[in-house]
């Protein structure tokens, strides 16, 4: 009995010496682990022809975290289809031919393209539960997502400086410690900054993707995009306001606790040659380091990996011919994945042809003139995203002062979802008379200049300290120092920027095009207006068309136009030339 009690006193002496750290930690993920509980049982709830969206502000919290589950599930679903589908495009030069375009394609395609289709198959495949629903809300958030962080790491991984290649050639890397060690902290940069673009991409069609109705049909989710929608519908002017700010909060929250400790971390993988380094620290990635509780985790991770990675030595020394295997088997199953999708997107044809048969001739014709249109808009509005952000994001990654203060700030406004802000928007342009064919540029350009700008970011942030202070050595002006050291060097990072913001454009106009305002919907000629109409009258025919011309208008410039920049950028301004 008395050693009893004297373990438990020691106990809870060892306890009043837990640091206040720690019980922060495990409060939080307490509070995360009920948050998922409470989703599950949403997810696994019995299925209702239509939910009724509460407007009071006790439900928004609730809400606002059903929305960030979702957002980060799909953010894991894209990093995992980016590090697949990335690599295998990257490093497979017969696949990539196929693959790139159909990157394009999928860019290209709006979420209104995939939502319809994907709902009707995922509610008939769970007929009596939520599950089906809330997993198209989760595909639909990860083809906002995907695609830039894709792009960048096929162009990271084809960028890869020549020295680091040489030295895995030399130390006899086999693939998967090629990625590991080289490939993926090169990319890492780029990767990270496209990641906080993925989720501001994702959080673009929040409202679309949680209050999508078809025809009659409702399949509302509950979160904060529905209550923003609902509350436009009512127009409830506090409704709105307490969405935009919890909205506002779970973005800064978000940047705090994940995505500034990312970037933090990611800076060890910076090229570098010497020279000073501008170093960004974050807060919390200092008290997450000074956990007890993570040290003795990651002390617990070391010790399984060293026990399960320890091999005899007769093991090594006969293992010299399995790098030759594994590229053999690499070759057979990226051959096999390659005639299984080639499989599928001939399906995928079939059906298509026969849809695309009930389109007539008047309709084709309208929806390329109006493709025209929509690529015009989507130029204009990339082109004023560059003027601003090129500059803009060279000085924030150039600069440890700027980044700390203006990052968080670029990380809200980008991740905040613009149709949020569209009632305002529109109200201000009826206001100054001027129309929804002019506004809708400045409608795509709120969503998609973020694109340019953050992967300029990237690039600034990921040019040498040597090359700068060698321009400082040499005292160059600031326009010289900006055409032979900044631009060269964010430039393969700028075009990614394009790509992207492009792709986002055309996804943007589907909403920025075709708007209800007071109850009043306003419509401006192009595509995306010819997809949202298409939608709304469940004209399936119709809406197959219009993707099929923005897709070819999309492929055809990024064929073109865009792969002669990316053809320049790995020729003229990699760092491994």
Not at 367 to 376: D, N, Q, R, Y
Request: include cysteine; proline fraction near 5%; aromatic fraction near 12%.
């Amino acid at each position: 009995m008395q050693r009893l009690l004297s373990e438990a006193f020691e106990q809870l002496g060892r306890a009043r010496r837990i640091p206040w750290v720690d019980l922060l930690l495990v409060v939080g993920l307490a509070g995360l682990l009920f948050t998922f509980i409470d989703l599950g049982r949403e997810w696994t709830g019995v299925h209702r022809p239509s939910i009724a969206i509460d407007l009071s502000p006790s439900a928004l919290p609730r809400y606002t975290m059903f929305s960030l589950i979702r957002g980060l599930l799909a953010y894991v679903l894209s990093l995992g289809f980016t590090l697949v589908y990335g690599y295998w495009a990257a490093k497979d030069r017969v696949a990539g031919r196929l693959l790139l375009p159909l990157l394009d394609i999928l860019q290209s395609i709006p979420v209104l393209g995939f939502m319809p289709g994907l709902i009707l198959a995922l509610v008939a495949l769970f007929p009596h539960s939520n599950v089906g629903l809330e997993l198209a809300a989760v595909i639909m958030i990860f083809t906002g997502q995907a695609w830039n962080m894709t792009f960048s790491l096929v162009h990271s991984l084809r960028s890869v400086p020549s020295d680091f290649r040489e030295a895995a050639t030399v130390y006899r890397f086999n693939w998967w410690q090629r990625l590991r060690k080289v490939e993926l902290p090169f990319a890492s940069i780029g990767l990270v900054w496209n990641s906080m673009m993925s989720m501001a991409g994702g959080w673009f069609f929040l409202m679309i993707n949680e209050s999508f109705q078809l025809g009659q049909r409702d399949f509302r989710l509950p979160g904060i995009g529905s209550y923003m929608s609902v509350a436009v519908e009512q127009g409830r002017g506090s409704a709105m306001v307490l969405a935009i700010v919890a909205m506002t909060t779970m973005i800064v929250v978000l940047d705090q606790l994940l995505w500034r400790p990312v970037v933090v971390w990611a800076q060890k993988f910076r090229v570098e040659e010497g020279g000073e380094q501008v170093l960004m620290t974050s807060w919390f990635l200092n008290w997450f380091r000074a956990s007890r509780l993570i040290r003795a985790l990651r002390w617990q991770a070391r010790r399984i990996r060293r026990r399960f990675t320890r091999q005899p030595v007769a093991v090594a020394e006969s293992a010299a011919p399995v790098p030759q295997v594994a590229e053999r088997s690499a070759g057979r199953l990226s051959f096999l994945a390659l005639g299984i999708l080639l499989a599928v997107l001939a399906w995928g044809g079939v059906k298509l042809v026969h849809l695309l048969h009930q389109v007539p001739a008047r309709v084709w014709g309208a929806s390329i003139a109006a493709g025209f249109i929509t690529l015009g808009r989507v130029l204009i509005s990339t082109l004023i995203g560059t003027v601003w952000a090129l500059p803009a994001g060279i000085a924030i990654g150039l600069s440890n002062r700027l980044s700390r203060v203006l990052q968080p700030v670029v990380q809200i406004a980008a991740a905040f979802p613009a149709p949020m802000l569209f009632p305002l928007v529109i109200a201000v342009l009826q206001w100054a008379g001027v129309s929804l064919g002019w506004g809708s540029i400045l409608l795509m350009l709120l969503g998609t200049q973020w694109y340019i700008l953050f992967n300029v970011i990237a690039g600034a942030t990921a040019i040498p300290a040597d090359l700068k202070e060698a321009a400082r050595s040499y005292r160059l002006s600031g326009w010289h120092r900006f055409r032979t050291l900044y631009f060269p060097g964010v430039f393969p990072y700028l075009v990614t920027g394009w790509v992207t913001a492009a792709g986002g454009a055309w996804n943007a106009s589907i909403v920025a095009e075709f708007v209800t305002f007071k109850g009043q919907a306003l419509r401006a000629p192009g595509l995306g207006a010819e997809i949202s109409g298409a939608a709304a009258r469940a004209d399936f025919p119709h809406l197959a068309a219009a993707i099929l011309v923005m897709s070819v208008l999309v492929v055809a410039f990024n064929r073109t136009v865009w792969r002669w920049c990316y053809r320049l950028a790995e020729e003229r301004f990699s760092l491994s030339k």
